[in-house]
């Protein structure tokens, strides 16, 4: 069985009470994720210009 299996079975059985707590944890965890995701998404696109052409194509060809 996987982590989300078991978390959504947990989830399952925790008080609809409890759900607002939960989402206060889990908030931030979401945006810490969404952090670490930005800064690889904009390098990328920023060197693409550079390491997408035929150029460096060719220069990777013999590897």
């Given at each position: 069985?996987?982590?989300?299996?078991?978390?959504?079975?947990?989830?399952?059985?925790?008080?609809?009470?409890?759900?607002?707590?939960?989402?206060?944890?889990?908030?931030?965890?979401?945006?810490?994720?969404?952090?670490?995701?930005?800064?690889?998404?904009?390098?990328?696109?920023?060197?693409a210009?550079?390491?997408?052409?035929?150029?460096?194509?060719?220069?990777?060809?013999?590897?």
């Amino acid at each position: 069985m996987s982590t989300r299996d078991v978390i959504a079975r947990e989830l399952e059985r925790l008080p609809e009470q409890d759900l607002p707590k939960l989402l206060e944890f889990l908030r931030p965890l979401q945006e810490a994720q969404a952090e670490n995701v930005m800064p690889t998404l904009a390098a990328e696109s920023a060197l693409a210009k550079d390491w997408l052409t035929p150029e460096e194509d060719a220069a990777w060809a013999s590897l």
